[in-house]
């Protein structure tokens, strides 16, 4: 009987004494003269399974042959282990070699470098590290899902072209049929796929405040791309990100719904990838479920930015950057609010000027209702708003940051044709997952990622 | 006490006699001299609530100015309602308009066409056919993502910008930072975001298929682009696709997951959006439920495509495209052999030479173990194939048809660390969802579709 290892491992003293087949992969092979031990790994979890073989097979000397990284069927007998440490392991009785591999596999039972391994993006997720993470991807996507679905949320395909260039939250690529020439000329875009000049999304959330108006709420979770050129730790050309979208729904319950859903997916994670989360803990950074445990139990502060700023100008800290009202706030300033809260932080109503159009105006004339969640170990993870519903008022604040009115006539609209007080949030989900993995580079969380000059398969 | 409706339908005997506020929408507005109802729906779910006013409230002017599309918060009392075909509705006490809609508001309660609505995209989730059509695309991708994550499997987020044009599967969209002009001249890429051309991809399967030999169940869920200047009612630029991909599984096993995982997600669809199916299989496909409950119960037939042509050639029928061994069939026949066998078709071991390189050539030496799920009323739904897992085959086969391998080492690498016999499919989201709602354009099951010439919002 066929079986996956991640079902044996959950109920394993049901299959001490059966008879079972396990297809996977050797990850590591210890050869003695009269017996062998293969630890299996089949990808369905985290574990691998220690098979026993003896020279009382007639294929002994054939399995000793067997490669590191080979595809093996094997079956045998699974019987309690008398190594500290595991469970089970299995007296093996036959196995076949499915797909050999040869002695330079890059990917041996030894310490490589993220540097190294992401050199060979395509086999990396054979390693226990990598394996984990995207273990932990996939875990964290589904328990997205699950938290929105299971709030009455419709999930919403945000459009990955795009012919608005609105929000302005980054530089764009451009996706065309056009032969492509280095002189810049004058283009006719008539001619284009199109018919007009294309991007790639930078943000999803403003189609969805028009689902928004319609379902109540709505949650994107899709591709986003920014053609940026910087090549730090956090930035890549190609990510996810989720953006909920809530109407009759203001700043606060914005902020209620952001602490509500991070619990549930920190959570969820937790108790669905206990064996990655272990090793992520023990690893790749000491502590890391006790911070995720304190997030879980923690109520999140809330304060607004200019209070943010007098604590910080009060604190005894000779800053880098030295914190201003009216302005934004740098990295250490983000590390020192949440240190000083001890657990997570929303800082709201920021000033107008550095936020973007659509934000909810405050009655003060200088703040509006933006907020972002501050994260111990991580600075910014979420940024929301409410928006501005009020359809004068978000022209005029279109005419002063010179974004023309007619060009987004269908968002202007949605205050016109039945509006109301919403809001919504933006969560990078590659950013999500490094404050759950402690993996602290975003082309490590991504399967594939797309960087400067990086494009790999 | 704000409740969401579907909330109160759910369990709607409990909240009789209860007050309870409604945030939403005017669908419909029918005044009397003395009294009034408006039709309330909030998003959701499909059903609105009956609100009665009567000129015992203050408000009953102001109430009777309310137009059609308006904002408003309801707050009233639940009742039994004495009305034939609904269960409750709210008698009135007091109402809060939040934004006003103007009497030119497009989406009026009388029959719009979808060509009208198309037009209309960011207010069609406003109607009852599109309001319903989008919530199914949510809770049909909700099903897809629990069949897999309930199944073992691990999802895989596919690049979207690819510089490997391998599959051949369509034409590319182009992704760039350069200049664009319309003089087709030497191309220093080098110069270009990537250092290199790049695309967006058009299938996630060949990334998948490294994942798969890590994590032995794998499936991709997202979007792909095709650059054919087809308008069709089938064929969009964006779409989704959800692809599978299963290491140890040959042909027949891929067949039993398609065949599990469509029935899996079809019956959740029918289970947790009755309103809206109802309302489909009643205005937009008689019949629909009956089709889809079939599909639940029947056995999908498996044969051979040559097997196929022999039914079809001895078929009483004066044929547009003849059919004939060793070619593709035409819609004309998937149409007839699902007729012929009254239900789903699985079509396998295709001709090799109409199908792509990466497919597991058969001993015959003339066909590939491909395979496509025909299903009554919607031709082809799924296609997949078991892999050529044998690294000089698949080389041999590439050169045939002109791929480079050395374009390819990674893909083949997998045939060289540890291969094994593996398979996989995809299906086109939105053909799915065409096939569930009867709704038979594309443009009318995607948020905001992308076609020739047309790139809006």
Same mark, same amino acid.
């Given at each position: %009987? ?11 003293? /049901? ?33 691998? #399974? ?19 990284? /080979? ?31 040869p ?6 039972p030894? +310490? ?9 993006? !395509?086999?990396?997720?054979?390693t226990?590290?990598?394996g ?30 795009? @012919? ?25 875009? /008539? ?9 790639l999304?930078?943000?999803?959330? #403003?189609? @969805? ?20 050129n910087?090549?730090?730790? *956090? ?15 203001? #700043?606060?319950?914005? %902020?209620?719904?952001?602490?509500? %859903? ?25 502590? #890391?479920? =006790? ?10 502060? +809330?304060? =607004? ?24 706030? @740098?990295k250490?300033?983000?590390?020192y609010? *949440?240190?000083?809260f ?7 109503n ?7 159009? !659509? ?5 003060d ?12 170990? @991580? ?5 929301? /708003? ?11 604040? %279109?005419?002063?940051?010179? &974004? ?38 975003? +082309?490590?969380? &991504?399967?594939?990622? +797309? ?7």
């Amino acid at each position: %009987m066929i079986k996956d290892l991640n079902e044996i491992f959950k109920s394993y003293e /049901s299959f001490i004494g059966t008879e079972v087949t396990i297809q996977g992969w050797i990850r590591n092979h210890r050869k003695q003269k009269d017996f062998g031990f293969i630890d299996l790994n089949d990808g369905t979890c985290f574990e691998t #399974l220690q098979v026993v073989y003896g020279n009382n097979l007639d294929e002994f000397d054939d399995i000793q042959k067997m490669h590191i990284g /080979s595809a093996i069927s094997a079956t045998g007998k699974i019987v309690a282990s008398p190594k500290e440490g595991q469970k089970i392991e299995m007296e093996l009785l036959s196995i076949v070699l499915e797909g050999d591999c040869p002695e330079d596999f890059p990917i041996q039972p030894k +310490r490589h470098t993220r540097e190294f391994l992401r050199e060979q993006a !395509y086999l990396r997720p054979r390693t226990n590290l990598f394996g984990a993470v995207f273990r932990v991807r996939s875990i964290a996507a589904y328990a997205i899902h699950k938290y929105f679905q299971d709030n009455g949320f419709v999930y919403f395909h945000a459009p990955l072209i795009t @012919a608005s260039d609105c929000e302005g939250a980054g530089e764009m690529f451009q996706v065309t049929t056009l032969p492509i020439d280095k002189i810049n000329e004058e283009v006719d875009y /008539s001619k284009d796929f199109f018919g007009k000049m294309a991007n790639l999304t930078v943000s999803g959330q #403003l189609e @969805a405040e028009t689902f928004a108006m319609a379902y109540k709420k709505v949650y994107t979770f899709g591709p986003t791309f920014r053609a940026e050129n910087s090549n730090t730790k *956090t930035h890549a050309s190609e990510f996810w990100m989720i953006e909920p979208e809530m109407a009759f729904c203001d #700043l606060e319950g914005d %902020m209620d719904i952001m602490e509500d %859903m991070l619990k549930y997916v920190v959570k969820y994670v937790l108790d669905h990838a206990p064996s990655e989360m272990d090793f992520f803990d023990k690893f790749v950074e000491n502590g #890391l479920k =006790d911070k995720l445990n304190k997030l879980i139990n923690s109520n999140f502060v +809330r304060i =607004d930015h200019k209070d943010v700023i007098t604590i910080l100008k009060e604190a005894n800290v000779k800053w880098e950057f030295a914190p201003e009202y009216g302005e934004d706030i @740098a990295k250490e300033h983000e590390k020192y609010i *949440t240190e000083y809260f001890g657990g997570p932080v929303f800082i709201k109503n920021w000033p107008k000027d550095i936020k973007a159009f !659509y934000m909810k105006q405050n009655d003060d004339n200088e703040t509006v209702a933006a907020v972002d969640l501050e994260v111990p170990g @991580a600075g910014e993870l979420i940024g929301g /708003s409410q928006r501005e519903e009020n359809y004068e008022k978000l022209v005029a604040r %279109m005419k002063e940051m010179n &974004i023309e009115p007619e060009s987004m006539d269908w968002y202007l609209n949605l205050r016109r044709y039945g509006g109301c007080v919403h809001s919504g949030f933006g969560m990078g989900f590659e950013r999500l997952l490094i404050y759950l993995t402690g993996v602290d580079n975003i +082309r490590d969380v &991504i399967p594939y990622p +797309r960087t400067p000059k990086n494009c790999e398969y």
